[in-house]
């Protein structure tokens, strides 16, 4: 088995062929186009049997993925930060685009159950949704922290902390900077003009997001503290959960599996501040939340505390059962989706 590395940048892609060893066969550098993409393709065709290493890195990663996805190849996805160990160990000095793409082939030769690179589903337009929404309201929040050093400068109260999103609020605000002349009277009026602009895009991607993430995940809103953006930003970040083979492989992903910490005959476990942060956030809320409202969440809280755990490692433990419950619905609506698509499938 051929292992090829690419390292890969917005205008360029170096691939590096290696043997089982780990020895280099050949590289190539071509253009990060379509027809680059092919003159790839066309060089990889002399090793028979063949995988593609790409380092992960989604935006510039994604052109080559999904070209090489579609015509047959086998290909997955290599972190990056396994890449460093790999680089300080060769015996090459520097760093340069065929260094890094040996050191993607290697780690991928070295790691065997890496992710399996497939083609973008609605999660990714899930995930672009929330995220698009996210920089609107950190836009929106931008431009309200100005919006109020205007209105102290004028004189005027400044309405409630995290009102500004509210009509009633923008309304009055327009009518008492209606009179105010100056410079600063008018970029105040401009200000809440922007607020109510971004307010209206954020409301309609909020709905826009509910609908998708309820289609993609139904399972999910039925689990308490898990909101509508909270179930599309754990459908979006996970990026389809077939890709992680058990619920631990989804656990240390999130970052809610314990690290084990072994000292001779003591063994403990510490908390992971590795994985994916964006899921790790969304389990803590819908933990805390799943607490302040009581049920299950609060049972299993109290339960660890009778244990003798801290509040810390009782929150911890319930979002590792969180975790655990995310993946089994995702697992759940994915296999009905599957089978929907079958039943269209065949009735056609």
């Given at each position: 088995m051929v292992i090829i590395g690419g390292d890969l940048h917005k205008r360029t892609h170096t691939a590096v062929a290696i043997d089982e060893n780990g020895r280099k066969l050949g590289q190539?550098?071509?253009?990060?186009?379509?027809?680059?993409?092919l003159e790839l393709l066309r060089w990889a065709d002399e090793f028979a049997e063949r995988r593609w290493a790409l380092e992960d890195c989604r935006h510039l990663s994604r052109r080559l993925e999904a070209d090489l996805v579609r015509a047959g190849e086998s290909v997955v996805r290599v972190p990056p930060k396994l890449m460093a160990g790999a680089r300080r160990s060769g015996r090459e000095p520097g760093k340069s685009d065929p260094i890094d793409a040996l050191a993607v082939a290697r780690a991928a030769l070295r790691e065997p159950d890496l992710p399996v690179a497939h083609l973008d589903g609605p999660e990714r337009d899930l995930r672009l949704l929330v995220d698009h929404r996210e920089d609107l309201v950190m836009t929106r929040t931008?431009?309200?922290?100005?919006?109020r050093w205007h209105l102290h400068e004028l004189g005027l109260a400044e309405p409630a902390p995290r009102s500004l999103d509210r009509t009633h609020v923008i309304e009055s605000l327009r009518v008492e900077l209606a009179d105010q002349v100056g410079t600063v009277g008018r970029i105040a009026r401009d200000?809440?003009?922007?607020?109510?602009?971004l307010t209206a895009s954020i409301n309609v991607l909020?709905?826009?997001?509910?609908?998708?993430?309820?289609?993609l995940g139904p399972s999910l809103g039925d689990l308490q503290g898990c909101g509508g953006l909270?179930?599309?930003?754990?459908?979006?970040e996970a990026a389809g959960i077939s890709r992680f083979r058990s619920r631990a492989a989804f656990a240390r992903h999130n970052g809610s599996a314990p690290v084990p910490v072994w000292s001779g005959e003591t063994t403990h476990h510490r908390l992971s501040r590795g994985g994916n942060r964006q899921l790790n956030v969304v389990l803590h809320r819908i933990a805390i939340t799943g607490i302040r409202l009581g049920g299950l969440g609060r049972q299993y809280f109290e339960h660890r505390l009778a244990q003798g755990d801290t509040k810390t490692e009782a929150i911890r433990?319930?979002?590792r059962r969180i975790s655990d419950e995310v993946y089994r619905r995702m697992r759940q609506d994915e296999a009905a989706r599957a089978a929907q698509r079958a039943s269209l499938a065949a009735a056609a």
């Open positions: 190539r550098t071509v253009a990060a186009t379509p027809d680059g993409h931008q431009v309200a922290n100005r919006l200000l809440v003009e922007r607020i109510a602009a909020e709905h826009e997001i509910g609908v998708l993430a309820s289609e909270s179930a599309a930003k754990l459908i979006g433990a319930l979002r």
